[in-house]
C-alpha cells in the first residue's frame, strides 16, 4: 500500500486548489446526488436502525465527513443531539445553513478531538476511503472509536472492496432542478490499489454553461483490512452485506 499511499498525497496535493474543495462541486452536489437516486432519508433511517439495533437507547450522533450535511438533516429528527465533522469549507457553509443549532467542525477524520463522546459514530458515503493508506485506515478507526462511549456504535460506509471494483467503469447523468441542468460523465479506472474516478461536469443556468473536472481518489480496501482497523481501534466488529448500500457497511461496537 506505500506506492498507492505515494501516488495519491501527490495527486491530492495537485488536486486540493480544484473543484472537489471548491465551490463548483458543493452548490450542485445535492442536486447531482439525488439525481442519481440517492435517498438520503432512506439512508438515514436505515443507519439510525442500525444503531439502535446494538445500543436502543442512543441519543447522540457524530457524522464525520458529512459532506453538505444532507444525512445529518434527518438524522437530527432520529436523534436528539446530532453533529457533524467536515474537512471542505464550501461543504461545511452550506452544511451549517442547512442545520443553523447543530456543531459542524472543521477537521480531518484520522486527527480530530472534540472533547467529547457519542452514542453513536458514522462515516458515510465511503468518506473512508479517501484515506491513501492503513496507516491512515487505522488512525481514523482510533478517532472514530475514541469518540464513542462504552458500548457506543460506529458505522462505516466502504469503498468498493477491490475484487468487487469494476476497471472502466463509466457513469452518465442528467439531473435538473428549477434554476440548473447538470450533466456529469465519470470514468474509472485502477492503479496500485487506487481507484480513480474523474467526473466531467457541465453546469447550465441563467448565466450560461460551464464545465469543470473532479478527480477523486479512492483506496481500495479489503474488507479485512477495515475490520482490522477497527478491532484494533477496541471494536467488536460485524459486516453487514446487504445494509446500507451494495458495498455493505461495517458496524463496531466499542468494547
Known sequence: MAGAAAIMLALRQQEREGPMYGEQLAEIYDLVYRGRGKDFAAEATEVAEIVRGSKPNATSL???????????VHLSKLFEHVE??????PMRAIAQEKL???PIHAGTMDDFDLGRTFDAVTCLFSTIAYQPSTEGLHATARCLARHLVPGGVVVIDPWWFPERFCEGYIAGDVVRDEDRTVARVSHSTRRDGVSRVEAHYLVADSTGIRHFVDTQLITLFTREEYATALRTAGCDVEYLPDRLSPRGVFVGLRR
Not at 457524530?62 to 445529518?72: I, K, S
Not at 457533524?84 to 469549507?89: C, R
Open 62 to 72: 457524530l457524522d464525520v465527513g458529512c459532506g453538505t450535511g444532507e444525512h445529518l
Open 84 to 89: 457533524g465533522l467536515e474537512l471542505s469549507a
Open 100 to 102: 443553523p443549532g447543530v
